[in-house]
């Protein structure tokens, strides 16, 4: 991968390892990765982090204001053994400090609970301990052996999370679909067995499907009664497909059902010169809920573009199918069950722009700001108003190494 020419002796499986995003998930090869590398001895360490400080102005009724940080850290140590290599792979948030109430404001955002009510037009905080896990991998013949277990880590479901994506390092907000697509990066009792040869690999996991609880200083501990199955294409080092599916069991505390996720992606990145790259991503993802019957789809088109050195575009383009809007309103969800069904097709749109303004001793630091719109089926209108937007304002910074 790009970047790694100061880690001397790593063998195949090291490198392979450390290109590893979020569990087993990776970004397109290409992609160089934000990160400091050390070696301590036999051990080649490398250590990730980013943080985005937000004002958020959320319009309509149901919108509102607030100031917050999301945020992220990694650190991961590899060492050759036994002709392949070990990864210990460890990622921590600071937001359940940083964001008050358990919650930050984002019109039709929903999944999970504050205060045991379901959570709508709102995003939850990501736990303290996002994952902690470690891997092996060994080179047999041509291919790629590799094996991971993870007390709180990433099954092989879904597209790179998105805190952990390319394409989406400029946006500090989470997508609508996000759990439609991807809310599984932080699973409980995580193990994946993977095997790769040429430009394809599969993968294969067992963990626990619960999500998160409100507490996040608790790592989400539960049997491994959730399985997932993920086929990668990588034919060249600017594209990555993906499918997967799985069934995770009763993954949301306020529903009694099973989910049964399908997902498909394709992300492509082409570098773009002092460690910048254009990157995109176009996703599916679909719920099948058990107990409701319901078919929830997503679709997202998100891209970063460096337009020139230090400047960056970024986009977002999202639907998604809603049937948790009014869940904390349960009389309100049956009047419009009964008139006009429990599920709303969501539209979003959103636009930016970041300007980094300055490397301070390998921070990189930034300004930006981005802008969504939203369009909503006329009988929700009434309670999100017309034309409902939403605002975000932000510091970034992001650990990057210095040249």
């Known amino acids: 991968m790009p970047g790694m020419s100061g880690m ?66 990694m650190f991961s140590a590899s060492h050759s053994l036994g002709g392949g290599s070990l990864l210990l792979q460890s990622m921590f948030s ?3 400090l940083t964001i008050a109430d358990r919650r930050y404001p984002e019109l039709f955002q929903t999944g999970e609970t ?16 996002m994952g902690l896990g470690v891997q092996y991998a060994h080179s047999l013949g041509g291919n790629m052996l590799q094996v991971y277990y993870a007390p709180v880590g990433d099954p092989a479901l879904g597209p ?34 993977a095997l790769k040869r040429a430009w394809f690999r599969l993968e ?9 609880g409100e507490n996040r200083w608790q790592i989400p501990w539960g049997g491994m009664d959730s399985w997932s199955g993920r086929l990668s294409l990588v034919p060249s080092g600017n ?43 176009l996703i599916w993802g679909r719920n099948h809920d058990t107990f409701t019957g319901h ?14 050195r230090r400047n960056f575009l970024t986009g977002r383009v999202e639907y998604v199918d809603k049937d948790e809007l009014f869940a904390a309103t349960p009389g309100l969800e049956e009047q419009l069950d009964r008139t006009a069904g429990s599920t709303f097709r969501i539209g979003a749109y959103t636009a930016g722009y970041t300007r980094d303004i300055g490397t301070f001793k390998m921070i ?40």
């Open 239 to 281: 594209w990555k497909f993906q499918a997967s599916a799985g069934r995770i069991t009763h993954p949301e505390r306020q529903s009694p059902g099973d989910v049964i996720r399908s997902t498909a992606s394709v992300s492509y990145n082409r570098p773009a010169g002092h460690g910048d790259s254009w990157s995109s991503s």
């Open 204 to 212: 294969a996991s067992g963990f626990h499907g619960a999500e998160p």
């Open 364 to 403: 990189a630091t930034g300004v930006g700001a981005n802008a969504s719109v939203y369009a909503l089926p006329a009988v929700i209108k009434p309670y999100y108003g017309e034309r409902p937007w939403g605002i975000n304002i932000f510091l970034r910074c992001r650990l990057k190494p210095g040249h």
């Open 94 to 96: 600071l937001e359940t």
């Open 8 to 73: 001397s002796g790593m063998n195949d499986a090291g490198m392979y390892l450390m290109n590893m995003a979020s569990g087993t998930s990776t970004n397109p090869d290409s992609w160089s990765m934000p990160m400091l590398m050390r070696s301590a001895g036999p051990w080649s360490l490398m250590f990730m982090g980013q943080a985005f400080l937000v004002d958020t102005q959320q319009s309509g009724p149901r919108g509102g204001d607030k100031l917050y940080s999301t945020n992220a850290f």
């Open 295 to 308: 078919n929830l789809n997503s679709y997202l088109l998100e891209s970063v573009y460096p337009f020139s």
């Open 114 to 129: 504050a205060y045991g009510r379901p959570l709508s037009d709102a995003q939850h905080p990501h736990n303290f301990l």
């Open 160 to 193: 790179v999370a998105y805190p952990h994506r390319a394409s989406a390092a400029e946006l500090p907000q989470a997508p609508l679909g996000h759990h439609w697509q991807d809310s599984t990066h932080i699973s409980g009792n995580v193990a994946t067995v």
